[in-house]
């Protein structure tokens, strides 16, 4: 029977660890690390996400700040902001939340994050080093799916992974963490030519494509492990019914106005798997737990230069 990874369970042993780590720190420094969050506009859901992982800071004991920039900042202003904590001696990792307003180039403000305090690890010095084998601060997701499937002694060396999805913050540099583990990894887009055949031949299949329930049961080859990144709100009673059914919790949910969540992978498929990463409660926790840890990390390396 497939077995559930439990990533909630598994992201708060980590907050235990980060906690007992931050103890030490403070110890050895006489201050704790300091994560500055930045978040340019009033987009709902990126200011529910910034409230959450500076609730997390707060549970293990890494001080946050939060930077509240208006939807009108222009990209300069951004820089300049951005500038400031580069050079602040308190700050240790610096959380520039995403989506920017269209008008503001992402890249360039991306770029502009000093590499040792970037726990994102979306900076090209940090993914060159990933690249290479020796990054310290790399991106959160792709770093919670590593530890899910080391936590449960899932084996990597010499396995077949096959990820679907090819964005900088996720398919790309999870491709080069499976590869040092030396899984033997696919990587898959919407270019890919017939997707199921080659998803059936993975041992692993890693999900971060952002479309509720894509991948269905005849991609999974019976036993393979699934990592499901995808995060979907379903937003019509239609597409509720089509992957829940037309009965039971989810649909009961979504009729009372309740937000019902679905991952990349159709949860029918998850049957045929031998462990899976469950949506909500998979990699969505273990991704905030890693960016606690990069910014411990990134207080550790600063302190030691
Ligand atoms: P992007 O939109 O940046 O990338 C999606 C990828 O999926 C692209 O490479 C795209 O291919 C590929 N894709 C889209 N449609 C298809 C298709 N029909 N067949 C095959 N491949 C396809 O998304 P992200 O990587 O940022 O996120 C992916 C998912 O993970 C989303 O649901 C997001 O919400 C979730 N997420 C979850 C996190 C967590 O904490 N658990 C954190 C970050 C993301 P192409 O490159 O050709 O366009």
Not at 40 to 60: E, F, L, T
Not at 140 to 155: F, K, N, Q, S
Request: proline share 5%.
């Amino acid at each position: 029977m497939a077995k559930l990874i439990d990533g909630k369970a598994l992201a708060e042993t980590i907050r235990h660890e980060i906690a007992s780590n931050v103890v030490d720190f403070y110890a050895q420094h006489g201050r704790r690390p300091l994560l500055a969050a930045v978040i340019v506009g009033k987009d709902p859901a990126s200011h529910i996400y910034v409230r959450n992982k500076i609730k997390a800071c707060d549970q293990v004991g890494i001080e946050s700040r939060s930077f509240e920039l208006p939807e009108d900042t222009t990209g300069n202003q951004l820089l300049e902001s951005i500038r400031r904590l580069n050079e602040s001696d308190d700050v240790d990792g610096i959380l520039l939340q995403l989506p920017l307003p269209a008008h503001i180039n992402k890249t360039r403000i991306l770029d502009s994050i000093s590499p040792q305090k970037d726990v994102d690890g979306l900076h090209p010095s940090n993914v060159g080093l990933l690249v290479q084998g020796r990054a310290s601060l790399i991106a959160c997701t792709p770093l919670g799916v590593i530890e899910a499937l080391r936590r449960y002694d899932i084996t990597l060396n010499g396995k077949n992974a096959v990820i679907v999805g090819r964005s900088d913050l996720v398919g790309k540099p999870l491709a080069l963490l499976l590869m040092h583990e030396n899984a033997t990894v696919t990587i898959c887009h919407s270019k890919t030519t017939n997707l199921p055949e080659v998803v059936s031949r993975a041992d692993i299949v890693v999900a971060a494509i952002g479309k509720p329930a894509f991948v269905t049961g005849e991609y999974i080859k019976r036993d393979a492990v699934i990592a499901d990144v995808g995060i979907n709100v379903l937003k019509t009673e239609g597409e509720v019914v089509r992957i829940f059914g037309d009965a039971g919790k989810k649909i009961e949910d979504f009729r009372q106005g309740k937000s019902v969540l679905v991952g990349d992978v159709h949860p029918d498929a998850y049957a045929k798997s031998s462990m899976y990463t469950p949506v909500p409660g998979g990699i969505g926790p273990l991704t905030i737990a890693m960016l606690l840890r990069n910014t411990l990390v990134a207080a550790q390396t600063r302190l030691k230069i």
